[in-house]
């Protein structure tokens, strides 16, 4: 017990450092993990941007493809342009 008296200051200081890199390092994980969520839900939200740019060009691409269909002059062209045989476009 004497022990414990002589030395309490030193005790003391031991706990109090001890306490802090436990406080600092408890911080340290809060932030990483914070970091991590905040990358995910950039990145789930990145994903949600490009599957919607990428339903408007489809359906850009589909409103060109019927516009091409309704017009005959556009439909012949489209046919010259990609038939390997131009004697059977009409």
């Known amino acids: 017990m004497t022990i414990l008296l002589r030395y309490w200051p030193a005790i003391a200081g031991i706990v109090l450092v001890a306490l802090i890199l436990l406080l600092v390092r408890c911080s340290d994980r809060t932030q990483d993990h914070a970091v991590a969520q905040a990358q995910q839900a950039g990145a789930s ?5 490009d599957l919607q740019t990428t339903l408007e060009r489809t359906e850009q691409a589909h409103e060109a493809a019927r516009q091409i269909e309704r017009d005959p002059d556009a439909r012949h062209a489209s046919c010259l342009r990609y038939s390997r045989t131009p004697e059977n476009c009409h």
Do not use: E
Request: net charge neutral; glycine share 0%; charged share 40%.
């Open 45 to 49: 939200q990145q994903r949600a941007d």
